[in-house]
T-cell receptor, first 115, second 115 residues
Framework: AQKITQTQPGMFVQEKEAVTLDCTYDTSDQSYGLFWYKQPSSGEMIFLIYQGSYDEQNATEGRYSLNFQKARKSANLVISASQLGDSAMYFCAMRPNFGNEKLTFGTGTRLTIIP | AAGVIQSPRHLIKEKRETATLKCYPIPRHDTVYWYQQGPGQDPQFLISFYEKMQSDKGSIPDRFSAQQFSDYHSELNMSSLELGDSALYFC??????????????FGPGTRLTVT
């Protein structure tokens, strides 16, 4: 079974600052994937970034990067130069690469960007 | 680019009624997932289909059933609705044959309200 822990229920960050959203995970699988999704107040679930457990390099997608520390089982999301439009709920999720493919989500972090 | 289509976007039903939610995956995607997100909760996996066969099952009540049709669209049927079924229901799709099969693209969701 997989478990995702997001310990920050809410965060307030000044516009243009960088922000790190924490995510730790627990799994017995050797091969797995880690994901971050953004959910604005409108409700849709937007895929942001993916990190494979065997990827040696940290994933980056534009202003998003994933700080993957396998030994510590953490997959923190870093957003550089935050913008007002980044205000949303952020979910960390994971799934094994073999067998079932369902995503297991954390409880989310509500990020608010302050102008 | 085409995205996952869900219909209806909003649905209001009374207790004990039946609801049918529809999902049209991204063209050439062969796998469909259904998730339920209660108010203030993280999404919970319900069920998935690959090539029209059920591939995995999560915490889906017996009152719910789902299937994937020959054109790959999927329907989630919910009977004897209860107040606790009020939630945002997401459909997601992915492809095992195109590559980047780890990416699950989410639809906009159907918001079901049971009164």
């Amino acid at each position: 079974a997989q478990k995702i822990t997001q310990t920050q229920p809410g965060m307030f960050v000044q516009e243009k600052e960088a922000v790190t959203l924490d995510c730790t995970y627990d799994t017995s699988d050797q091969s797995y994937g880690l994901f971050w999704y953004k959910q604005p107040s409108s409700g849709e679930m937007i895929f942001l970034i993916y990190q494979g457990s065997y990827d040696e390099q940290n994933a980056t997608e534009g202003r998003y990067s994933l700080n993957f520390q396998k030994a510590r089982k953490s997959a923190n999301l870093v957003i550089s130069a935050s913008q007002l439009g980044d205000s949303a709920m952020y979910f960390c999720a994971m799934r094994p690469n073999f067998g079932n493919e369902k995503l297991t989500f954390g409880t989310g972090t509500r990020l608010t960007i302050i102008p | 680019a085409a995205g996952v289509i869900q219909s209806p976007r909003h649905l209001i039903k009374e207790k004990r009624e039946t609801a049918t939610l529809k999902c049209y995956p991204i063209p050439r995607h062969d796998t469909v997932y259904w998730y339920q997100q209660g108010p203030g909760q993280d999404p919970q996996f319900l069920i998935s289909f690959y090539e029209k066969m059920q591939s995995d099952k999560g915490s889906i009540p017996d009152r719910f059933s789902a299937q994937q049709f020959s054109d790959y669209h999927s329907e989630l049927n919910m009977s004897s609705l209860e107040l606790g079924d009020s939630a945002l229901y997401f459909c997601a799709s992915s492809s095992r044959s195109i590559g980047r099969d780890y990416e699950q693209y989410f639809g906009p969701g159907t918001r079901l309200t049971v009164t």
